[in-house]
């Protein structure tokens, strides 16, 4: 554990006041978070070359040097090894002080930080119904206000290349960069039905305090298998959807229609999604459904499960995109019809997808130690 955390725990007796929802730490708190900072900024500092840091925005930093080289890949990962020390730390005080360090409280669905709250005080199931929809609408408006922009400008542009544009008008290249971050929210949000809690939370997207602390004990863990000889790169750590948000997404807002046609409750539309979660198959955005795997891997991963086919869409792949997903539940008109085939998935794609992820990577791992020559990234060649 770093000395600051460790000093952090000597001091823990110091109260933390909460005044007008804000946390105020005791001094010596105080003065062991900022040198914690120092530590994380000198660590940045030291490894990211001056002029990348000075003349790189991180989109064009990750573009370039790859995610794990970059300013905020390098940052995410000494936040993430910070996360696994504090998560050695028993006194919840040094738990808050650390959080506040490491921007644990951040507003996560599911978490009340209204009061000067804490990481752990989750919403109950009714607050996140009212509040997840808002949530929805939210990540759908910024997706079409960025396709809006990217319109308007074509439009004005008869016939130029969306390359030249980018390269010529830089609103361009912002909505683009935008709609890129952007679109993934979206099925994220929708795929959400279940509030956070103990032992599920929330740890999607990366910034999420819970995925920090994953991304870092999986670095760790990596980092102890070079130590005893084992011959594996340590790359960009990806958080994997088992239950892909893509599938779930598209379910739940065909049963957002049917809500909208008087065909189904919402609390219907939640059952859905605790079905799953008893099979042990929750989808979302928790940490039950989220798998730390490597770059090359998780790659490969999602290019096998789209070489195979779909038992319940025959003639689509195994992990179906959400469009073609979407196109075929239009054909689905009932709750009943729905229910059966959500279940009907849970039973099938969908336990093939959650059950093979959780087995991928160390799989791969495995065959890198039985055949040095396996590198994980043939594609498919499906007959």
Do not use: C
């Amino acid at each position: 554990m770093p000395q600051f955390l460790q000093n952090l725990q000597r001091y823990a007796n110091n109260p933390l006041e909460f005044v007008n929802g804000v946390v105020r730490v005791g001094s010596m708190i105080g003065n062991e978070i900022e040198y914690g900072r120092k530590q994380i900024r000198g660590f940045i500092e030291d490894v990211v070359p001056e002029p990348i840091v000075n003349t790189l925005d991180s989109a064009s930093n990750i573009a370039q040097f790859g995610y794990e080289n970059s300013l905020v890949g390098m940052a995410d990962q000494g936040a993430g090894l910070l996360a696994e020390d504090i998560g050695e730390a028993t006194n919840p005080q040094i738990g808050m002080a650390a959080g506040l360090l490491l921007g644990m409280v951040d507003g996560s669905p599911g978490i009340n930080v209204s009061k000067g709250g804490a990481r752990f005080k989750f919403k109950t199931q009714g607050e996140f119904n009212v509040t997840q929809p808002a949530r929805i609408d939210a990540a759908r408006d910024a997706v079409d206000d960025a396709k809006l922009i990217l319109r308007n400008i074509e439009e004005a542009n008869p016939g130029v290349k969306p390359g030249v544009l980018r390269k010529t008008i830089p609103e361009y290249k912002a909505a683009q960069k935008a709609l890129g971050a952007k679109n993934p929210e979206v099925s994220s949000a929708e795929s959400n039905l279940l509030a956070p809690g103990l032992g599920r939370e929330q740890a999607y997207p990366r910034t999420k305090p819970r995925a920090k602390e994953m991304k870092g004990k999986f670095i760790k863990d990596a980092r102890r298998d070079l130590q005893q000889g084992v011959d594996q790169v340590i790359e960009q750590v990806d958080l994997h959807h088992k239950f892909p948000k893509g599938i779930s997404a598209a379910f739940f807002n065909r049963g957002r229609d049917l809500i909208e046609d008087g065909k189904m409750t919402y609390n219907e539309l939640v059952d859905m999604a605790k079905r799953a979660q008893k099979r042990g198959l929750e989808p979302g955005d928790v940490e039950t459904n989220l798998e730390p795997m490597f770059k090359t891997p998780h790659d490969t991963f999602h290019a096998e499960m789209r070489a195979q086919g779909s038992n319940q869409f025959p003639g689509d792949n195994l992990e179906i995109s959400k469009t073609k997903l979407t196109q075929r539940l239009r054909q689905v008109k009932t709750k009943k019809d729905l229910d059966a085939l959500w279940d009907e998935m849970l039973g099938d794609d969908v336990q093939y997808l959650y059950k093979t992820a959780s087995i991928w990577q160390p799989m791969d791992k495995l065959i890198k130690e039985i055949s040095p020559k396996f590198t994980g990234k043939a594609k498919s060649k499906p007959k």
